[in-house]
RNA sequence: GGAGGCUUCGCCUAGUCCGGUCUAUGGCGCCGCACUGCUAAUGCGGUUUCGGGGUUAUUCCUGAUCGAGGGUUCAAAUCCCUCAGCCUCCGCCA
């Protein structure tokens, strides 16, 4: 949700984002018109009810006659109010259901375009060169299966398509990175989280899951819960209605919980394997920060998404998303793509988003500083999205006869192990 | 799932039976000022939140807001209905 006051301030800022986004422009008309209606309701409501709050003091006094008299007046001004009252609700309504439509302002300084339109800020690592080396490289399901690590079929079996089990050491890899990413996140200073994975629509709407990108979103229609697709919306949700100190901030959270996704419209794309699910685990990040340092936050979380793909051992390269593909509650969106050897191309690990005041407007979450109460800043990022971490885990650490090397940052978490090798050998 | 209790402006709390002077009481905390070698104590003032309007030195006017929504009424924190959350007990359960 945008600043109501900067749109009538500055409507072509608000369009200019809407067209580079790719998004309705002529909203921004539609809400300014139903904005001018709710206010002119409203202030004529505002006057009707304070006529009536003074009559009501003297009909409370009056006696005989004159109080009759009162009532007369005071009966006829109750329907009055009541009707200036349905109008100023309605309006107020029409007004939160366009702003609620509206996406976020885009960072000036986000690429403009579509999908194939970003720019990339760096590349790390060099891809493994398996021709030099002389092997083919196994892909990441044939190594889950050698290793007794994953097991695709039977999870087809009992859950369908886009499902998984993680087994002997493919499970004791995913607690491993998970540790591994919360023991980073809590020496950064973040909170770490266990967060509810049903969420109830007000906690969705808010963090801005149930515009676009509502087809991608599970619904439990008798209980009326959505299923997270990240525990982003937990942790956005966790201060709704709140209004933070200024000195407790930055507020950093790094939150572990599965992970719901529909995948609607990804038929025939990645159905090999676990890169596309539609469950799994994720320790992200969550920062509440004042706006001025929301920029800044961004490097950091950035930072701390590439520090751990270092600790792994990953070949990445660190992309400036496109206005077109930012979803709605972003500004400016980063992505880290690393490289799977089978694929021989990159792929998106984690993803880190400044959301702005956007989010926390929506969710009711302010702050309480010296120039008084204001929206702050919220922003996430990936720390380990679990499946796909495995993906390019295993395939770039391969050798010739399907083991895998631990890489050293994660031999800890995994008892000491320094090699994962195929069951039965 | 059943029965009962509770929900008031950061926290605690008065008010709800019996509707109007509730412009919601008091305490704690917090902020400002005064006093004081320093601190503390004390005194005075301020302190729910969100809108709209006027003037912009600053202040003034006004509406909403007592868990949420609806109803009754000229008038609702107060009466009625629905829902949610929390607590206690019973049942069930990992």
């Known amino acids: 949700m945008i600043d109501l006051r900067l749109l009538r301030v500055d409507p072509d800022r608000v369009r200019a984002s809407q067209r580079a986004r790719g998004e309705d422009v002529e909203l921004v008309d539609a809400l ?98 398996f021709g030099a080396e002389g092997f083919e490289p196994r892909d990441h399901v044939e190594l889950g299966k050698l290793l007794g690590a994953i097991d695709t079929e039977r999870a087809a079996k009992v859950s369908g398509s886009r499902f998984y089990y993680l087994t002997g050491v493919g499970a004791l890899l995913e607690l491993a990175l998970v540790n591994m990413a919360v023991a980073q996140a809590t020496e950064a200073g973040f909170i770490p989280m266990i967060t509810p994975a049903l969420v109830k629509p007000r906690a969705m709407e808010g963090t801005g899951f149930l515009g676009q ?18 525990s982003e919306v937990p942790l956005a949700a966790y201060h709704m209605d709140e209004i933070l100190d200024a000195d407790q901030l930055p507020l950093r959270y790094a939150g572990f919980s599965p992970c719901f996704r529909r995948e609607a419209g990804t038929y025939g794309k990645d159905t090999r394997g676990i890169i596309r699910v539609h469950q799994f685990d994720k320790v992200e990040m969550f920062s509440y920060v004042a706006p001025e340092d929301a920029e800044a936050e961004h490097k950091r979380l950035l930072q701390w998404e590439k520090d751990f793909l270092n600790k792994l051992g990953l070949a990445y390269r660190v992309i400036d998303v496109a206005s077109g593909d930012l979803g709605a ?53 990936t720390l380990c999205a679990v499946p796909r971490t495995i993906v390019a885990l295993l395939e770039t650490h391969q050798l010739a006869d399907g083991s895998v090397v631990v890489p050293e940052a994660l031999r800890p978490y995994l008892g000491g192990r320094e090699v994962l090798t195929p069951v039965g050998k």
Request: negative net charge.
């Open 329 to 381: 509650s972003a500004m400016r969106k980063y992505d880290i793509e690393a490289w799977i050897p089978t694929q021989g191309k990159y792929r998106e690990l984690t993803s880190t988003s400044n959301c702005g005041e956007f989010q926390a407007r929506r969710l009711g979450i302010r702050m309480r500083g010296e120039e008084g109460n204001r929206p702050l800043a919220t922003l996430n990022g």
């Open 32 to 129: 300014l018109a139903a904005d001018e209606r709710q206010r002119s309701s409203s202030s004529r409501f505002d006057e009707l009810r304070n006529e009536q709050r003074q009559l009501g003091k003297q009909v409370a006094q009056a006696k005989g006659d004159e109080k009759a008299a009162l009532l007369e007046r005071t009966k006829e001004l109750s329907g009055e109010v009541k009707a200036a009252n349905a109008e100023q609700t309605e309006a107020e309504a029409e007004v939160q259901r366009l702003l609620g439509g509206l996406a976020n302002l885009l960072d000036p300084a986000a690429p403009i375009g579509g999908e194939e339109d970003f720019v990339t800020l760096e590349e790390v690592g060099t891809p493994r060169d």
């Open 213 to 230: 990108a509502a087809e991608n979103v599970f619904h439990l229609p008798e209980d009326d819960f959505y299923l997270v697709g990240t």
